[in-house]
């Protein structure tokens, strides 16, 4: 009995060695990390999160210190003294906009006259070919009626000209190049006018000063015109007001305030969608305060089909004149609209006296004859013409350099 409990306990004792054998051979199994295969890749290492951190930080560097004891702190009367202002540079008001010196306008039209030269080429050019030929016949004197048509002279002054020429021509005879250019030198003043008086109001003759609205439709550059012409008064030495009543255009009164502080013209303006009249008595109010020599007012683009629209802007010019009276009425028109600029002038002239024309965009368009039918039609002179997008590209018109431009030299 004793050997068979003795046995048994042999064989316990068997048993548990053999599982604890099993049991750490499997623990060391998984504390093992697979084999992995070689790899030709280079292990990249990732950069430090932050430099100078950790073994990079910089050693401290020895400051010198003050003691409670030798801070001074300030007096009592000091410490009831209102602080001073500190101005935030990031909040500061913007500086002033440098105010610009823009050129003379004496001679201006002569300096840009190989702008115009160059769009008037048909009409000048094409002109004295066709006068140089040996046979004038009939068919020649017509291709010099087309030639006028097609420059917009209009169709009563085209006949007038070309029966001026033909009798020039049967009378001079023999012709040689200077005699045919000094000819149509000759008609070509006579059909524009040189007995215009093409200035611009800008003297009113009482202590008020002068008023000078700009009217047009949209997209003929008015807004444009009306800045310039600041630039053009105050390059003659005059103070300007500028009134922005087109008021149904906020882009249209920042362009204008624009214009105005780079020639340090003050420039008057009303809420958006505001009345019109309102900002141009304001205007002219403001430029009587201040003294000033001219208030240009730019109203807005009226379309001259829209009746109400062209009556507000004969309001404007009511209202504007509980002041004094408007010295000018500038009519702006695009040149390369040709004979449409005609009905635009005839309903103006209906609503407004117009007083002066500005023909702008002269520079991209073969039809300078309008310069001769718009004056016909209104029975006022082109007083400024536009030869270009630069600033000082607003020209007073001169008749003289206007035609030795057109049949060059």
Partial sequence: MEIVILAVVIALVAVGAISGLVVSSRKKKKQLPPAKAPSSTPTITAPPAEPHVGEEAETPREEPRRTIEEVELPTAEEALEAPAAVEDPLVAAPPEPEI???EPTAGRLVRL????ARSQNT??????TLLSREHLDEETWEEIEDTLLTADVGVAPTQELVERLRERVRVLGTRTPD?????????LLALIGTDFDRS???DSGLDTPAVVMVVGVNGTGKTTTTGKLARVLVADGRSVVLGAADTFRAAATDQLQTWGDRVGARTIRGPENGDPASVAYDAVKEG?????DVVLIDTAGRLHTKTGLMDELGKVKRVVEKHGPVNEVLLVLDATTGQNGLVQARVFREVVDITGIVLTKLD???????VVAVQRELGVPVKLIGLGEGPDDLAPFEPEAFVDALIGD
């Fill in 113 to 116: 006259r190989a702008r115009l």
């Fill in 100 to 102: 610009e010196v823009p």
């Fill in 364 to 370: 991209g368009t073969a039809k300078g004859g309008i």
């Fill in 288 to 292: 009587i305060a201040e003294g000033a």
């Fill in 179 to 187: 005699e045919l250019r000094t000819l149509l030198r000759d008609e």
């Fill in 123 to 128: 009409l000048g050019k094409g002109l004295l």
């Fill in 200 to 202: 611009v109001k800008t």
